[in-house]
């Protein structure tokens, strides 16, 4: 219906919940436990994840009908490319510099890898008000997809440059919350 585009960010806000989670508690968990620790955490909040899945999961109807994918006609549409283009984008380029922003903030900035952790977090956590935002913006017809994508795209593009200029840490935490935000924007549309 009509709320879809608030629908789609709020699903993809609950991605970033995950990683940006893992990033800023790795470092918290790796200071108390070691590398191997941190390991054993992760594993075993997977598990315990697994098994809230196994007993919360809704079964599938009996009814329910299995469409059989036509892949030719799929990957020939425009808009499956357009998609996925812009799934690369924002959410893989995110993804990414959520892994390499807690170096940049290590070996740039000489932080700890507790403190980076904590503040390189914010790069993915920010998704979670931002991808809403997006399908807000789109719904108060304040701007197009088109033009959502478009602008925040490029703005994003700019908030990694200035990732990458960043050399005091004003300019890297600025850097951080502006690439965040940029990255949850085009999700709804």
Known sequence: ???IQMAQGI?????????????????QLLAVLGWHG??????TMAIVLLGLWSIWAPATPANAVVTKIDWRNLLGQRNTWLLSLAQLGSFGTIIS???WVNTLLIKNIHLEPKTAGMIGSL???LGLFSRPMGGVILDR?????????????????????AIGHANTLPMAIAAIVFTGIMAGLPFGG
């Open 1 to 3: 219906g009509k709320e």
């Open 11 to 27: 699903y993809g806000a609950s991605i970033l919940l995950g990683s940006g989670f893992v990033i800023y508690g790795v470092p």
């Open 38 to 43: 941190v390991f054993f955490s992760t594993g």
């Open 97 to 99: 510099a959520g892994v």
């Open 123 to 125: 790069v993915l956590l």
């Open 141 to 161: 017809k304040w701007m197009s997809p088109k033009r959502l994508l478009i602008s925040s795209s490029a703005l994003l593009a700019m908030g990694y440059l």
